[in-house]
């Protein structure tokens, strides 16, 4: 079955960076989109940026220029390297296929 583990979160200070990974299993990781998304305490989830499986890459407005999208379909990975953060990117950030979602991992970013 479809199983995602996200890593790599944690506290920054703002302007800070981190770099998430999903490692992905169960399905054939190649052919297919990738996506991550974000929730902030009290609001909805959001997406946040896709990479295709041919490597196009698109992102929200609210991230465009410090995030960037990646994926490594040798080893069934896909990272969000985040930089410049803001207090308001604060959030659970999960990786999803395939309309399955992973357990996610938290950001602080602290002001």
């Known amino acids: 079955q479809v199983q995602l583990v996200e890593s790599g979160g944690g506290l920054v200070q703002a302007g800070g960076s981190l770099r998430l990974s999903c490692a992905a299993s169960?399905?054939?990781?190649?052919?297919?989109?990738m996506d991550w998304y974000r929730q902030a305490p009290g609001k909805q989830r959001e997406w946040v940026a896709g990479?295709?499986?041919?490597?196009?890459?698109n992102y929200a407005e609210s991230v465009k220029g410090r995030f960037a999208i990646s994926r490594d379909n040798a080893k069934n990975t896909v990272d969000l390297q985040m930089n410049s953060l803001k207090p308001e990117d604060t959030a659970v950030y999960y990786c999803?296929?395939?309309?399955?979602w992973g357990q996610g991992t938290q950001v602080t970013v602290s002001s």
């Open positions: 990479i295709g499986s041919g490597g196009s890459r």
């Open positions: 169960g399905f054939v990781f190649s052919i297919n989109t």
């Open positions: 999803r296929t395939l309309n399955r």
